[in-house]
């Protein structure tokens, strides 16, 4: 029973090492959904990344955005890099993170079949940590918290703690 359960363990830090090595490529994302009275929104982000060293990533991310609240609709886009160091060798690695965004905004306000557009352009960037757990050999539930700023032209920025959840999918030279 003992080399049974030392030869699994053994056999998941590897498994685990490998998905991050160099010249793995991740590729991932996530999406978001929120319905309430008079209030929705719709997010979807993938990304794409490339190890350039064992446990470093780093990539690219889109961002699309559709919102509305109350008589306020806003479609929004984003384009950014990423990088992310993993720390560990199990089948739940952390790792920081770091993001930058240049964001593209339309906002449509209508009131008594009035509307005014307004787009405005701007960035974000977030710092944070997250958490990659495996759940085989190539695939990883992700889930990031940080903190996030945005500022947009002409508008004060804001800023606060971000929590979100999605996926990756990890290519690596030993399953290619």
């Known amino acids: 029973m003992k080399k049974i359960v030392l030869s699994s363990l053994l056999f998941m830090a590897t498994m685990a090492q490998a998905q991050t090595e160099e010249n793995s490529v991740l590729v991932g994302g996530g999406l978001a ?15 794409v990344g490339y190890f350039f060293a064992d446990n470093f990533v780093f990539g690219g991310t889109l961002n699309f955005t559709n919102q509305k609240l109350g ?20 089948s739940t690695k952390p790792f920081v993170v770091g993001e930058f965004d240049f964001l593209s905004s339309k906002s449509t306000q209508t ?6 557009v307004t787009k405005t352009n701007g960035t974000r960037f977030l710092i944070g940590m997250g958490f990659a757990a495996f759940v085989n050999e190539s695939v990883a539930v992700e889930g990031v918290s940080g903190y996030s700023f945005s500022k947009f032209k002409n508008v004060d ?20």
């Open 111 to 116: 009131i008594a079949n009035v509307s005014t």
């Open 71 to 90: 008589t306020v609709k806003n479609n929004s886009f984003g384009i950014g890099p990423f990088a992310r160091y993993y720390f560990g060798n199990t």
């Open 33 to 47: 959904l929120q319905t309430g009275s008079g209030n929705s929104q719709f997010a979807f982000t993938p990304t």
């Open 157 to 176: 920025g804001n800023g606060g703690f971000t929590l979100r959840f999605g996926f990756g999918i990890y290519f690596n030279r030993r399953t290619a």
